[in-house]
């Protein structure tokens, strides 16, 4: 049995909104096509057709749309997606879908659609009011935090699964306090924390970018908290701490990178061809067009296979580390957001890991036996 993933672009890099630090506008700047447009029904019905030649029965595969903004192809692409696939792949196999949304475009057809499809849906909400309204703008150049919430609303209204992602700027991180408070006031039970990063040009100089000292300190605190309400009986599923428990005390890597090892992700973009993570959606990067290649094709390609194992070099601080064995340095493209910087001098993550790894073993162990 395989469990295979994709994410798929169905609107390339087009959006409704212009987040003051989307790194996905800086990728698409660095190709020399900078949006592929709407993916055509053509090239659904080829790269279907080529991921089922891959699927045995009882096989499992998740697959996630993202963008830019995927709902700007319209409900009726996602619609004839669902039904070209199901028509096309084998009963036996199952199939899961995820949505990553501002949330901008979502009604009731919409959140319909999804409820009845089973999508799990990642919707884009940055911690507050204040600083979400100040990064995430529509095209008017207006805050959108207020529609964010409102689909929220409606997505639960509609019995839609739901997780909240949310960017965590130097700013965001400097307020974990603000952040846990809007966590519990909005009864959200699973939140993942994006790291913003430096533009693919940038060394340090960005004011969103995540920096590894504060990285730590924001997750440290939030780990006050968590355990806070866990013992009370509340959980609330921050992926952080449920990949970190998962890698050290269950040996599972459920997060890419998190062990220093690059995976494939068999990003898609909207004209078919195909990349091995979405950090790097650039021309030196293109693996293939599953339009006419197989997944295990393009997996066996000289550039897949190059990225994969592509060495680094670590800084001292890692060499050093009583981490090293597990973490490995981990994910190359969040090295200066999350673990050494450019400068090598001081690891976010080693730092996080010193203060809470053992209270989390412990926390585990009394909790989740």
Known sequence: MKRLSLLIKPASSLCNMRCRY???????????????????????????????????????????????????????????????????????????????????????????????NNFLVGLSID??????????????????????????????????????LCVLTNELAAEPDKVWNFILNEKIRYIQFIPCMEGLDEEEGSPFALRPPRFANFYSRLYYWWVKQLEKGNY??????????????????SACGINGQCYSQYVVEADGSVYPCDFYVLDDYNTGNLTGQTLRRIFDSPRMQDFLREKRELPRICLSCSYLKMCGGGCKRMRNVVYYGTKGSVCGYKMFLDKCLGPLEYTVKKHFP
Request: charged residues 25%.
């Open 22 to 116: 989307c790194f996905y506008s800086d990728v698409g700047e660095h190709r020399q096509t900078l949006s592929y447009g709407i993916m055509e029904h053509r090239t659904v019905t080829q790269i279907i057709n080529n991921i089922s030649k891959d699927l045995d029965d009882k096989d499992e595969i998740t697959i996630a749309f993202q963008g830019g903004e995927p709902t700007l192809a319209g409900l009726n692409w996602f619609e004839n997606f669902v039904s070209c696939f199901a028509s096309c792949v084998k009963e036996e196999v199952k199939v899961n879908y995820a949505l990553q949304t501002n949330g901008i475009l979502i009604d009731g057809a919409w959140a319909e659609f999804l409820r009845k």
């Open 127 to 164: 911690g507050n009011a204040k600083i979400h309204n100040s990064n995430r703008l529509d095209s008017s150049g207006r805050g959108t935090f207020e529609a964010c919430m409102q689909t929220k609303v409606l997505l639960e209204k509609s019995r839609v699964e739901y997780n909240v």
């Open 236 to 253: 609330i599923s921050v992926k952080l701490f449920d990949d970190t428990a998962n890698f050290f005390f269950r040996g599972i890597p």
